[in-house]
């Protein structure tokens, strides 16, 4: 008897979610896009057959032209390289060249479509963004969207999201995908915006959910607009969640559910904790629904679905053990049956010949009731070698007391709570502290 073996399932496109549930709506300033307009028509400046097959630069310069062109493109490009908006021309350029990249989609206006569009083949398109460092040569890693959207439950029922984030990065791309997935409303942020006009476009849209970096937060926190609009849901992540940062959204937003959010680039979305607590349970490290947990020589690896496939032109870096684990590059402590996020491997600074990492003293720091955020960083001393200095952001209350009361306080709490070496040798006080365009706060080794 003869027989026909079926033919593959076709890959899917981030369109077919959409078909699905076409009430997707993105909201910029003075500007939306509508789910069933990007079915109905393209706004591609060539026709899809230019793009098909080919690794493709997604250059449009606006959020609304970028998450048009990614829906249009997934599964006719077999290559999307997505690059932050502040980008240097020197990282585009290695960019270009490391992912071979033929053909730029830019915001140029619509040509006509073409016939032979009808015909272009169905691909499993690579998604490849860079890492979150800001010089050098990038890295670029690829996704594939099975594994970006691998966290994002299709049955959720549509919500009105917020982010903070550009949707050009990972953390933003994610808040993204959920929304294309579940039909939901997503009301971006515009770099040119203020708070004060982003928070009342959240009011006006009636936001119920919305993500940012715990620095992020901070800046909301600090401004007059943090009770313009009240989510029922609010997601940190790209950051440490220190105790201080929960406990103030916790009380400025005591009916909201409060997550904190691990995920990076390189390995994907890894999980979520939910208990108002810094940290995560050691359980986790006995393993997650589709996540696989380790600490190895004190970093924090992953193992799933939606780690990303491999680096970009860089045949010299490996992203996956022989495992198949991810080094995350992110140091954690486990202390009884909690473990602690102590900062980046790469950050570690060298004071008196002992390792330390900022986040741990910068935790102790914002404890202090009328500091809202600090940066611990080492300063040269041509006697002593390194030495730690804090700058301190303060609350509304804190700038009404005297600096020296705020500063003798602080030094005072981190000499009772930290060991010698790690307590700052002074503070200084600040009227505002340097935030990446990522939304992170800026550091050297960044």
């Avoid at 994610?174 to 770099?191: E, K, M, T, W, Y």
């Avoid at 401004?223 to 992540?237: E, I, M, N």
């Amino acid at each position: 008897m003869n027989s026909t073996s079926a033919s593959p399932p076709e890959p899917p496109r981030l369109r077919d979610f959409l078909a699905r549930r076409p009430t997707l709506r993105l909201d910029a300033p003075g500007a939306s896009l509508l789910g069933a307009e990007i079915l109905a028509s393209s706004a591609l400046p060539r026709a899809l057959a230019d793009f098909a097959g080919k690794s493709v630069l997604v250059g449009a310069q606006g959020q609304l032209a970028t998450a048009r062109a990614l829906i249009e493109l997934d599964g006719v490009a077999a290559r999307l390289v997505i690059c932050p908006p502040d980008f240097s021309d020197d990282r585009r350029t290695s960019a270009l060249t490391q992912a071979k990249v033929e053909i730029v989609a830019t915001d140029a206006p619509l040509a006509a479509p073409r016939a032979e569009d009808a015909a272009i083949p169905r691909v499993a398109s690579e998604w490849v963004l860079p890492t979150s460092g800001t010089t050098g040569a990038p890295k670029l890693v690829a996704h594939d969207l099975s594994g970006l959207v691998g966290a994002i439950d299709p049955s959720a029922e549509p919500r009105v999201w917020a982010t903070f984030y550009d949707i050009r990065r990972y953390g933003g791309l994610q808040i993204f995908l959920r929304a294309c997935v579940s039909g939901a409303r997503l009301v971006l942020c515009d770099p040119q915006e203020s708070l004060g006009d982003f928070a009342a476009r959240c009011k006006a849209a009636g936001v119920t959910h919305v993500s940012g970096t715990p620095s992020h937060w901070r800046r909301l926190l600090m401004s007059p607009h943090v009770r313009d609009f009240a989510p029922q849901y609010v997601r940190l992540s790209g950051e440490i969640a220190d105790r201080a940062i929960l406990d103030a959204l916790r009380a400025a937003y005591p009916e909201a559910r409060i997550v904190h959010a691990y995920a990076s680039t390189e390995a994907g979305v890894g999980f979520e904790v939910a208990d108002g607590r810094e940290g995560f349970p050691a359980s986790f490290l006995d393993g997650l629904e589709g996540v696989d947990m380790r600490l190895a020589d004190g970093a924090l690896r992953l193992r799933s679905k939606r780690t990303a496939r491999r680096y970009v032109g860089r045949d010299d870096l490996v992203l996956r053990d022989e495992d198949g684990f991810v080094d995350t590059g992110d140091m954690v402590e486990r202390v009884g049956e909690r473990c602690f996020f102590k900062g980046r491997r790469s950050g570690v600074v060298n004071v008196g010949g002992l390792k330390v990492h900022p986040e741990e003293v910068e935790r102790v720091v914002n404890r202090h009731g009328d500091v809202r955020m600090s940066r611990v960083f080492a300063r040269k001393n041509p006697i002593v070698g390194d030495l730690l200095v804090a700058e301190i952001v303060l609350t509304e209350t804190g700038a009404t007391r005297p600096q020296a009361a705020v500063r003798d306080e602080v030094l005072a709490a981190c000499r009772a709570e930290l060991p010698r070496h790690m307590a700052p040798a002074s503070v200084k006080i600040v009227p505002a502290l340097e935030v990446t365009a990522g939304g992170k706060l800026a550091r050297a080794h960044a």
